[in-house]
């Protein structure tokens, strides 16, 4: 079974850490930041992407913690 991808998107009073697929927020915090720290977190474990979203919603960026056969070279997350 393959892991889900992390997704850091905009929520209500700051900015969440979604499951993809999923209907609940896994995490909620106040900055964007904090976010992707937990977000990274969870896709290092599970070996998957982390997927961040801008405040309108759009991909603003990607990391793949999983067995990618083509890996990024920049490594800013």
Do not use: C, Y
Not at 7 to 21: C, D, I, Q, S, T
Not at 60 to 66: C, I, M, Q, R
């Amino acid at each position: 079974m393959k892991s889900k991808n992390q997704h850091v998107v905009p929520a209500k009073n700051g900015w969440a850490v979604k499951g993809e697929g999923n209907k609940r927020n896994t995490r909620i915090t106040r900055t964007k930041n904090e976010a992707i720290e937990i977000a990274r977190k969870f896709a290092m474990k599970r070996k998957s992407e982390l997927v961040i979203h801008n405040k309108d919603g759009k991909i603003s960026d990607n990391d793949s913690f999983g067995n990618d056969p083509f890996p990024r070279r920049d490594m800013k997350h």
